[in-house]
Every structure is written in C-alpha cells, then in structure tokens.
C-alpha cells in the first residue's frame, strides 16, 4: 500500500463515522471497517469515482462515462468478510463490425466478494474488487446492436447506415477454394 493512502486510511479511521463504511472523501474508495459492521450484516449503497478505478478513459474499446454504482449486502462471518449484491458502470464503447460508438451499461447482478481472514479491527477496500467484476462483465467483442451489418469489406461505408454500389460476390474467404477441381 502506498504512504499516502496508509495515512489516508488512518485519517479516515480516527474520524470514526457511524456504520461500517468509510468511503473517505479525497480517495473515494469502499472501505468496510470490519469492527463496526453490524453482527445481522449491513446494505451499502454507492457511487465509487471513475478516477478510483484505473480504467483507461482513452480504451479503444471500453470508455468509461460514469462512477461504479453499487448496492451491497456486506456481513462477517468466521473470521470471512462476505459481499454480495451488484454493480454497474456506464461506458461509451465502439463497434468492433461498424466502428460506431455506443453508450452501454457494464452490469453484474451476481457480484459475490469473499475475503478471508477479516479481523475484526481491520479495515476492507472493495473498491479493486468491485472494479474486477466490472471487468469480467465485458463482452470480448462490443456490438452497438445484435445485427450490425458492419462495414463494406471494399469501401468501407457503414452498411446500417447506407447500402454500397460494391459486388458482392459472396464470402471472398472461400475464394481461394473456388478453382480446386474436385474428382
């Protein structure tokens, strides 16, 4: 961990908030103080800040455009931290067929955090963890629709926006295949 945010945390501790969370004001990070979580579990409620997530705002693909919402379950049991609930973030993203840039909603309904050996006078940062579950919802290739027609493989004109005057010969793939003579 880096001094700064050791001192961050310290400073955040000894300020004692009511309730488990900390989510101190300069880091902006989840961070569950593990002594004051209510023995039933606590919900917790929020918005972490793109600048506390290390998401690239310059990805080809990925853009985020908004904080990571989320709505968590948190409880301490046997010496385990447990969260669960869900997160979201939204994104501007860009069409792998057409190129064209979408907005989309990263979203895990499922989110399941476990952390083993929580002592009870530690403190928590789900922050990196919340953030993976982001992550691991993106799909491998971003479509700004199911039947994007992409672009024309000659010209390049975006095929859901205009129709080209290009031949098309079928699957040019196979091209190659068309001359084998077959006995």
């Not at 569950?32 to 409620?45: C, P, Q, S, T, Y």
């Not at 979408?102 to 050996?117: G, L, M, Q, R």
Request: hydrophobic residues 35%; glycine residues 8%; contains cysteine.
């Amino acid at each position: 961990m880096s001094e700064d945010y050791e001192k961050n945390l310290e400073s955040v501790a000894s300020a004692r908030p009511v309730g488990a969370a900390l989510q101190a004001a300069s880091q902006g990070r989840l961070i569950i103080d593990v002594a004051r979580l209510d023995e039933g579990g606590e919900d917790f409620n929020g918005e972490i800040p793109i600048d506390q997530l290390d998401l690239d705002p310059d990805d080809l693909l990925f853009r985020p455009r908004s904080g990571l919402r989320y709505k968590l379950r948190v409880t301490l049991l046997d010496g385990i931290l447990f969260a669960s609930g869900r997160a979201e973030e939204d994104f501007e993203c860009t069409c792998v067929r057409c190129a064209e840039d979408f907005p989309w909603t990263a979203c895990d309904d499922e989110v399941e955090i476990s952390i083993e050996n929580a002592a009870a006078d530690s403190f928590i940062d789900l922050t990196d963890s919340l953030r993976e579950c982001i992550i691991l919802s993106f799909p491998s290739n971003p479509l700004c629709r199911e039947d994007c027609k992409g672009l024309c493989q000659h010209c390049g004109k975006n095929l859901n926006k205009e129709a080209c005057e290009c031949a098309q010969d079928g699957d040019g793939r196979w091209g190659a295949l068309d001359g084998l003579e077959m006995e």
